[in-house]
């Protein structure tokens, strides 16, 4: 899906495609994208979209955990809700089954 799921008021969650797609990100009033993805670290963010990466595998592994990131991840969240701004994760995992 290129569209991002609202999970929660102003959080929502996306695929790749859903993070690409500025068009739906903007409409959607989503100014803030969060990347949980070793693999998304390249994309490149127009300037009226603040970015943040976190380069985390797709595995089990230790170093793939999301545990050590969590803080960042979730201070980043909260400066934009603050701002009454709207957030996106983007990352691989399939969003029909995490927003449930």
Request: charged fraction near 20%; aromatic fraction near 4%; proline fraction near 5%.
């Amino acid at each position: 899906d290129d569209t991002p799921c609202r999970v929660l008021p102003g959080l929502f969650i996306g695929s790749v495609d859903a993070a690409s797609n500025l068009d739906a990100l903007r409409a959607l009033g989503i100014t803030h994208v969060l990347t949980v993805a070793d693999e998304l670290a390249n994309l490149s963010w127009p300037d009226d979209i603040r970015h943040k990466t976190v380069k985390v595998g797709d595995s089990s592994q230790p170093a793939d955990s999301l545990l050590p990131h969590f803080d960042d991840c979730a201070a980043f969240i909260d400066e934009a809700r603050e701002h009454h701004s709207n957030v996106n994760v983007a990352t691989f995992i399939d969003t029909t089954t995490t927003t449930t």
